[in-house]
């Protein structure tokens, strides 16, 4: 079974441009999360969603925004980037089943460096 | 609020040597669970484990184990006869379970170099 997949691998961006990052869970995965990882703050929970549903959000401005797929695909964008904004974005996906918690399983993420 | 502390930010050891990585967490829930996920220099990161908070018993997996006590609110991760393949940054991470809603608190990660 394939992982989940992250596109692009890697991307520049200028100072107050948008940026939409994709990722794609693995098979049968419903519930998609989004973790941002820089060297200063860590690895840190952006938001999850369920069933195109988001269900939780972490303590990001509203720069940052989601959405999920029927297919459970999910797109993260952050518009107006600023040079705080370079990180890793990882996606994470699992399965979900009732009110479960399961093991999250991480994408490669994507690299995003703010000039 | 949920906290997970892992104090030793790098560690050094040479090939065969067994190495500890220690994590403290915090949480008021009741119900959770406690992971260790392993980032290697590609960036992904890899699940090793997960334990529930009702499950105290230690787990071993090949040359890795895992030490959960409740009572010092610890999830230590023990490698046996370590290799240069294991050189990586180590992550402890705790999620609990509110209503439907869960996300991974992360600790800041240790480390890990495994000298030939």
């Known amino acids: 079974k394939a992982g989940v997949t992250q596109t692009p691998r890697y991307l520049i961006k200028t100072r107050g441009q948008q940026v939409t990052l994709s990722c794609s869970p693995i098979?049968?995965?419903?519930?998609v999360s989004w973790y941002q990882q820089t060297p200063g703050q860590g690895l840190q929970f952006l938001f999850e969603?369920?069933?195109?549903?988001?269900?939780n959000k972490g303590n990001f401005p509203g720069r940052f925004s989601g959405r999920q797929f029927s297919n459970s695909r999910s797109e993260m964008n952050v518009s107006t980037l600023e040079l705080g904004d370079s990180a890793l974005y990882l996606c994470?996906?699992?399965?979900?089943?009732?009110?479960?918690?399961?093991?999250?399983?991480f994408g490669p993420g994507t690299r995003l460096t703010v000039l | 609020a949920q906290k997970v502390t892992q104090a030793q930010t790098e560690i050094s050891v040479v090939e065969k040597e067994d190495v500890t990585l220690d994590c403290v967490y915090e949480?008021?829930?009741?119900?959770?669970?406690l992971f260790w996920y392993k980032q290697p220099p590609s960036g992904e990161l890899v699940f090793l484990i997960r334990?529930?908070?009702?499950?105290?018993q230690n787990e071993i997996s090949g040359r890795y184990s895992w030490n959960f006590q409740k009572s010092t609110s610890s999830f230590n991760f023990t490698i046996t006869a370590s290799q240069v393949v294991d050189s990586a940054v180590y992550f402890c991470?705790?999620?609990?379970?509110?209503?439907?809603?869960?996300?991974?608190?992360f600790g800041s990660g240790t480390q890990l170099t495994v000298l030939p």
């Open positions: 949480t008021r829930d009741t119900t959770y669970y």
């Open positions: 334990r529930n908070s009702f499950d105290e």
């Open positions: 969603y369920f069933s195109e549903t988001q269900r």
């Open positions: 991470a705790l999620s609990a379970i509110r209503g439907s809603a869960r996300q991974l608190t």
């Open positions: 994470a996906s699992s399965l979900e089943q009732g009110a479960r918690s399961d093991t999250q399983y």
């Open positions: 098979s049968g995965h419903r519930s």
